[in-house]
């Protein structure tokens, strides 16, 4: 389907076909979304980086595409994404209570975010970012907390406002919806004001620091595959508009000369950083694997505002692939807790052990995943991370250094205790016998994300020249590349000899590991404390209060953000309670009296 | 004064007493003790104010106001009426 | 004239709003108001010439003929039907609230 | 003391009211409109429209703003219709409806005559529909009467309950009729409730008097319904 259009009324066409289906067998409906996401995939990807996507042929009316490297960007890695997460639909779709419906969502944000990237309209835009917004919204109750979606509704609401007002506006001074043409018209404030609202709805998408506490919510509590797809796919929603906003509008604001850089990108780069430590910071406590993992995720989000508004060439394509990188990692990684959770039922550390034994594919792609997102060599998560670096350290921010460096390193305490906890340690008893490797079709797409980890690690010049010609189209210098390695101020990176040197250790270690000698199996009930027997073993898993010392260091601020929004409520609350108390009253003619007073005072104006 | 009274023209009659009627109507609907009559002067105030559409040429609104304003709204008030009444007898 | 008759019946139903204390009558008022405002609008589009009629004419006379303004009307048109939207919903509440209070006086519902 | 307030309050109001209107230059005099400058005067001309054929125009203006040039925005009154119908059933519906007991019983004069009077209402009602294009009236009036006769026939026929249900389903599947001809019109025109051929204005009137007329019926029965004990 070499037609976008078309592509996408296929899509939302099919979404109601799998709908029907589903009514009648659900498994089937889910299997069709499987189908459906990998044409999308395929013709994304055939046609979009052969550049022979027709969009100019006009099905609708007033709705209009355009086919830009930025737009088969994203495009090709966010239907990818959905393509791979689709394989786990049929086997959690009998847990929903709507399970026609589960696929119907599924294929209209597929369509929704699909359309948002490739148009050059704000209008169709703004209508598909609320397809997303509507579609998501109903998939994350299917899940443990239904009132999870009422806090992602309120965050998407904001965002939604914030977009709508900087079209409009962008619209009254340009007198245009085309993005491109319009966003570089605009000027003076106004620019100011688009660049702001845009931003918050970027931040609002992305689950950046003031407006990120929707996030860690919706992906601990929506089911396992939504969860997948909003960390790999919708969130990166986000990062598209913060290209849109941060990139493709022309900066505005003071100009700081010593740090040659605007003032306003320095603001959201320090609001990155926030986000980057408030995320490791959570994560490092948490017990449940889904929710250190969406505390992980929000924390990337930040390197991608950082990096973004880092403006240079290194900082830009280090966000672009750490938008590939992490989207691969994270849907990994969630995919691999995923499993885990469909086979035990729970994703709570305390309560699991070992399974390394019972699924050692699971095993490796979580650690080759949680190794990318930490952003340990070889694989992709490294590459990117490198590249931030860079671009920080040639700009001189030592702050937002600082915090990109603390969350690297705090990623390495937090992505190795699920690892520890879930996989390795010895096995619990209630789980010895039952247990068995998640099924082959679920398989398939960690194992091709595994290699993709591995690719984007080793070899990432393909990639990074997709985005070098893509930097063309933003006009900003391009990166400086070779077949083999990177070239950066301060030192030239060469990926594959990393790999090799990598390998070469991992090959030493096992040769050490064969030829030691065994160390004994030990039962988990094995454990005597003062001659006496221990039952209650669950206190004794080494991963219950892993961090308590670094906890307590910051345990009395965590809740600061909780706190502030729940005094934000009750200030909302204190104000409806006061104009219903002064005016709507259990007295009518009070609140006639109040309306007539309005249109006297209106009314004033008019006599003088 | 005089002058003023010979420019005008018949409609012109017609016209002040339809405004002179309607805001007596309009008085009458909201001073009546009880609740039935003062839904028949609205009534007869929609009626009345049909004739002031007629005046100011706009047939369309006229039939709509007709059919909807004094028609309709008064059922719907005398149904309320009604129910109440039915009420007060089932209770006494 | 009509016009500030018009303006009367709104000021008319302003004060019986402001006043009353039954739902029914405080319904009524809304009602007065509303015709008011309907005839304020209409007068807005009048034309008081002998040869300006209503706007019902084919597309050929048009250009010789003067009508009154039609838009108006319109709008006048689609609030007669809001109107009794909003009567509907405000009598079915005082339908509800003689069914829990007995009465329709506000004073005599006491606070809740 | 509260009653002179009120009043002294609302005839201020009134008073500014006529003092800001008559020293205004973006309002004219009474009788005095100069909308052939505005923008009635494209509704009057048709320009508006585009190059729409004679034909197409209706002779009265005002069903031509209605369901041709703010079409949209009948769409949108027509929903708020519909939303009051809905409201009023879900303040007052009831499980196991029963009609109301209305203690008079219809005679042998009331229910023959209001039986003609049916006829002739029904009949008046669908005529100002389809002669809306050329006569005064149109589909909001015309639906209104047409509810107005069902409801004559209601007060008459203690039995008639259960054919009024079928007049609100009639009513949910015009108004999805309404936005399926403004979709249709997208599709062939790329406007929406484009008016390329007669036969689409006289649709959506239709349409339009059978909403009405079902949102109508829908509050008068719920109104005339109570509880079955």
Redesign the interface.
Known sequence: MASLELLLIFTLISGVIAYLVGKVHPKTGSILTIIVSGIVFASLAYFGLNEQLLTKVSYLPYISFIQTPLAIFFGVLVSFVFFMVSFFNPYFIDKYTYKAVYSLLYLLSLAGIIGIFFTDNFMTLFFFFELVVWSSLFLIPLGRDEEVSVWYFGFSVFGSFALLSAILLMQSVTGTFDITTGLQAVSGFNRLSVFILLLIAAFAKLGAFPLHYWLPKVLTDSPDPVTSIFSGGLEKLGAFIAVLGLVKLVPTGFFIDVMDMYLTHYILAILGSLTIIGGTVMAIRQDDAKKLLAYSSMSNGGYIIVALSLGSSAGISGGLYHIIAHAIASTAAFLAIGAVARQTNTTKMSELGGMLHKMPITYMVYLIAIISMAGIPPMGGFISKWLIFQGVINKGLILVAAATFFGSIGSFLYVFRPLAALFLGQELPQFKETIKEAPIVMLIPMVILSLLNIVTGVYPTNILAYINTLLVDLNIVQLDITRWTIVGTNGTLNPALIAVMFALGVFIAFIIFISLKKSRKVELMDTYTAANFIYTEELLHYSVDFYAPIERLYEPYIHFMKKFYQALANKVREVGALVKYYIFTSKPEVATFFIMLVIAILLWGDLV | MSEFLASLEFINYIEMVVSVLLVVLAIFTLTMKSLIKSVLFLSSLSMLSVVSFVLLKAPDVAITEAVIGSGLVTTLFVFTLLYVHQKERDVS | MLLYASVLLIVIGLYGLLTNRNVIKIILSLNVLEIGLNIFIITVGFLDLEEAIAPIITLQQRASVIVVDPLPQALVLTAIVIGVGTTAIGLSLAKKMYDKYHTFNLDEMGEE | M??IL??I??????V?????LS??EL?TD????N?YDG??SG????EVGGDEE?AL?P?????G??VDY?GF??LG?VT??F???I??AL??GVASPKR????FKPNFMLSVGSRALFGVMFLTGIY?VLHAK?????S??GG??I??SI?ILYLSNDTFRTDVSKFKLGKSLAASGFVLVGLIG?LFT??FLANFHPFIMDTILVLIAID?AG??VG??D???T?ERV
């Open positions: 509260k009653k009120a009043f309050f609302a005839i201020t109001l009134g500014m009211i006529i003092l800001s020293n205004n309002f009474f009788g005095d409109t909308h923008i009635s509704y009057i001309t048709s004679p125009v002779v009265n203006i005002v069903t703003i209605l703010r925005d009948t009154e708020v219709l939303v009051s119908s409201g009023v303040l007052l109301i007991n209305l203690n100002i050329t006569s005064p009236g149109g909001f009036p209104a009467m509810a107005s409801l997208l790329g406007e009405v949102g109508i509050i008068i719920n109104f005339l109570e």
